[in-house]
């Protein structure tokens, strides 16, 4: 019976997205394919935050090289987004295994700082490149061209068309992390978090899994950034700047770090009340901070754990784990 | 066929100046289920620790079947079939009963690699982790949150996770403490059964002496680092220099 109804919320909530796609006017359209970018973005990037416990900031790093990868095979190789996309996310893949290796030696605040550090040198190499990569004007005119398969060609030139190649790829992700959490895999990352000393009594290499999932998470962050760098037109430098590595973070802080669907629901409530304040005030930054507070501070487990919270309190009876909400 | 298990070879730590193990030559054969005692500071705990791997060693060998594994990061050691429980409740405690024993069963099987494919397909996993729970008694608690057993059956699931990666070699360190006698007597059972299943050697670090002179077939004597006594239950109490510096404070209260 709970499935039943599972399946009838997730019917329910593709229809809408659907329907964003076909009757949305292209503002709300821009918006959606916005959130559904960063929850992409943060979805991989909690991953390594809620099952491992590892704060990064450094996933911006591997954002831009999505972005970046796909901008300099659109400039100069070929248009087809496919290619790109390919390679800005094996990119970004590449940067995260490089990176991580030197990273997950160390834990918390050693580990985040650590992050920190290359995220800035990532964002220095990019800023001083000029040649390469545009420097401050970044990689500018990237253009979405059709999506060609060989025997089929997709046209995502319009907002609309667009709009359901981001879905897609947003299905995809949900799906790809709903199966790695379920796996033997995303158990032993949930060892992880709870107790590393002992994985390793358990004869696993705590520093294999911790990379593994490091990588898994910046190459989600990739497709996030090659996918933004389309919608966008442009690779933008400050994709690679740190302070963007605090926009996963938050938005899975927002939704619940323990929970599946949390950094999909930060997502929205971010974009949201970004877009809502900006309209009327200038430092959007200081009623956002305000909000997030009353969110950390008012509801444990963010919104989706909280609202978890209360249903199970009125039903006042214990669901037998929640490992996968 | 009977070639020692494990082989320590002139082992020695120091911390400052502090002597925690000098020169230690031990061999424990596989069946024979020792007990390591000795006074607080013996160096029973770092012992265990430099044969687990958690601590270097400042020089020596140790030996594990033959192959050596003084080096070797603490993951090898499960592998090859050499583990340890611990003295405090070291478990994962917001997963399940169920899942605590899985990560190791999912290690033995070489499953833990598996992106994309339900935990809960792997079959002859969750068989042996069933076996696993019957073995230590907790089969009834097996969907419980692990921080809402109580005190014992946290001890009991420890010991669990230690077996469950099929351990040619296990180390218990204090397996029953803040155990109430009724839990105590089962886990010694428990220990007594598996022992003598042979699968599993067993090498206990206990304070108790009723427990280590119940269990063990061979004690061994720490003090200042340095092993002052080894031999059967009888030669231990009989011998002068053990009851010297160790029993003898037991005698005397």
């Given at each position: 019976?709970?499935?039943?109804?599972?399946?009838?919320?997730i019917a329910l909530i593709l229809a809408g997205l659907v329907s964003i796609g076909l009757f949305a006017g292209r503002f709300v359209v821009y918006l959606s394919m916005r959130v559904l970018i960063l929850s992409i973005f943060a979805l991989?990037?909690?991953?390594?935050?809620?099952?491992?416990?590892?704060?990064?900031?450094?996933?911006?790093?591997?954002?831009?090289?999505?972005?970046?990868?796909?901008?300099?095979?659109?400039?100069?190789?070929?248009?087809?987004?496919?290619?790109?996309?390919?390679?800005?996310?094996?990119?970004?893949?590449?940067?995260?295994?490089?990176?991580?290796?030197?990273?997950?030696?160390?834990?918390?605040?050693?580990?985040?700082?650590?992050?920190?550090?290359?995220?800035?040198?990532?964002?220095?190499?990019?800023?001083?490149?000029?040649?390469?990569?545009?420097?401050?004007?970044?990689?500018?005119?990237?253009?979405?061209?059709?999506?060609?398969?060989?025997?089929?060609?997709?046209?995502?030139?319009?907002?609309?068309?667009?709009?359901?190649?981001?879905?897609?790829?947003?299905?995809?992700?949900?799906?790809?992390?709903?199966?790695?959490?379920?796996?033997?895999?995303?158990?032993?990352?949930?060892?992880?978090?709870?107790?590393?000393?002992?994985?390793?009594?358990?004869?696993?290499?705590?520093?294999?899994?911790?990379?593994?999932?490091?990588?898994?998470?910046?190459?989600?962050?990739?497709?996030?950034?090659?996918?933004?760098?389309?919608?966008?037109?442009?690779?933008?430098?400050?994709?690679?700047?740190?302070?963007?590595?605090?926009?996963?973070?938050?938005?899975?802080?927002?939704?619940?770090?323990?929970?599946?669907?949390?950094?999909?629901?930060?997502?929205?409530?971010?974009?949201?009340?970004?877009?809502?304040?900006?309209?009327?005030?200038?430092?959007?930054?200081?009623?956002?901070?305000?909000?997030?507070?009353?969110?950390?501070?008012?509801?444990?487990?963010?919104?989706?754990?909280?609202?978890?919270?209360?249903?199970?309190?009125?039903?006042?009876?214990?669901?037998?784990?929640?490992?996968?909400? | 066929?009977?070639?020692?298990?494990?082989?320590?070879?002139?082992?020695?730590?120091?911390?400052?100046?502090?002597?925690?193990?000098?020169?230690?030559?031990?061999?424990?054969?596989?069946?024979?289920?020792?007990?390591?005692?000795?006074?607080?500071?013996?160096?029973?705990?770092?012992?265990?620790?430099?044969?687990?791997?958690?601590?270097?060693?400042?020089?020596?060998?140790?030996?594990f079947q033959g192959a050596d594994i003084t080096h070797l990061p603490i993951h090898h050691r499960v592998r090859m079939g050499l583990c340890r429980s611990f003295q405090v409740v070291n478990i994962f405690p917001d997963l399940t009963v169920?899942?605590?024993?899985?990560?190791?069963?999912?290690?033995?099987?070489?499953?833990?690699?598996?992106?994309?494919?339900?935990?809960?397909?792997?079959?002859?996993?969750?068989?042996?982790?069933?076996?696993?729970?019957?073995?230590?008694?907790?089969?009834?608690?097996?969907?419980?949150?692990?921080?809402?057993?109580?005190?014992?059956?946290?001890?009991?699931?420890?010991?669990?996770?230690?077996l469950a990666v099929r351990p040619r070699l296990l180390f218990l360190d204090e397996p029953t403490a803040g155990m109430n006698p009724v839990e105590r007597v089962r886990v010694l059972e428990n220990i007594r059964g598996l022992s003598e299943?042979?699968?599993?050697?067993?090498?206990?670090?206990?304070?108790?002496?009723?427990?280590?002179?119940?269990?063990?077939?061979?004690?061994?004597?720490?003090?200042?680092?340095?092993?002052?006594?080894?031999?059967?239950?009888?030669?231990?109490?009989?011998?002068?220099?053990?009851?010297?510096?160790?029993?003898?404070?037991?005698?005397?209260?």
């Open positions: 019976m709970k499935r039943f109804w599972t399946y009838v919320f991989g990037y909690n991953l390594l935050l809620g099952r491992t416990g590892l704060l990064s900031f450094g996933h911006a790093a591997f954002y831009a090289g999505g972005a970046y990868g796909l901008g300099l095979i659109s400039i100069h190789v070929t248009t087809n987004p496919l290619l790109g996309i390919i390679v800005g996310v094996g990119l970004a893949c590449i940067m995260a295994l490089v990176i991580g290796f030197f990273c997950v030696r160390h834990t918390e605040i050693y580990f985040a700082m650590l992050t920190l550090a290359f995220g800035m040198m990532v964002f220095s190499l990019i800023w001083n490149l000029r040649e390469v990569t545009g420097g401050d004007d970044g990689l500018v005119g990237i253009v979405r061209a059709p999506i060609s398969l060989g025997f089929a060609s997709i046209p995502i030139t319009k907002t609309s068309h667009y709009y359901f190649f981001v879905l897609f790829c947003f299905i995809l992700t949900v799906a790809l992390i709903y199966l790695i959490r379920r796996s033997p895999f995303g158990l032993v990352l949930s060892g992880i978090r709870e107790n590393d000393r002992r994985i390793e009594f358990a004869g696993l290499s705590v520093r294999n899994y911790r990379l593994a999932a490091f990588v898994i998470s910046g190459t989600f962050a990739g497709l996030a950034g090659a996918l933004g760098a389309l919608l966008e037109s442009n690779a933008n430098p400050f994709s690679a700047h740190w302070s963007h590595s605090a926009e996963p973070i938050l938005v899975s802080l927002i939704g619940g770090i323990q929970t599946f669907t949390g950094p999909v629901v930060g997502s929205v409530v971010f974009i949201l009340l970004r877009e809502i304040i900006e309209r009327f005030t200038q430092n959007w930054m200081l009623w956002f901070g305000l909000i997030l507070l009353i969110i950390i501070m008012g509801l444990r487990g963010g919104v989706v754990g909280g609202v978890a919270q209360l249903f199970r309190r009125k039903r006042s009876h214990v669901a037998k784990s929640g490992g996968n909400r | 066929m009977n070639a020692p298990l494990l082989e320590i070879k002139r082992l020695s730590k120091a911390f400052g100046r502090v002597i925690a193990a000098s020169n230690i030559d031990l061999t424990i054969d596989p069946g024979v289920l020792t007990s390591i005692i000795g006074p607080n500071g013996a160096g029973k705990s770092t012992l265990i620790n430099m044969l687990s791997g958690s601590l270097p060693v400042d020089s020596g060998r140790i030996l169920f899942d605590n024993i899985q990560i190791p069963v999912l290690a033995v099987h070489k499953r833990a690699r598996r992106l994309f494919r339900p935990v809960a397909r792997e079959a002859g996993v969750r068989e042996e982790v069933s076996q696993v729970l019957d073995r230590v008694g907790l089969a009834a608690e097996a969907q419980t949150v692990a921080s809402a057993l109580s005190h014992g059956d946290q001890r009991l699931l420890e010991v669990g996770i230690a299943e042979g699968k599993t050697t067993f090498v206990i670090v206990e304070h108790d002496m009723d427990i280590v002179f119940s269990l063990s077939d061979r004690v061994v004597v720490l003090h200042h680092g340095v092993i002052i006594g080894d031999g059967t239950t009888e030669d231990i109490q009989k011998s002068a220099r053990v009851r010297e510096v160790y029993l003898g404070e037991e005698v005397m209260t």
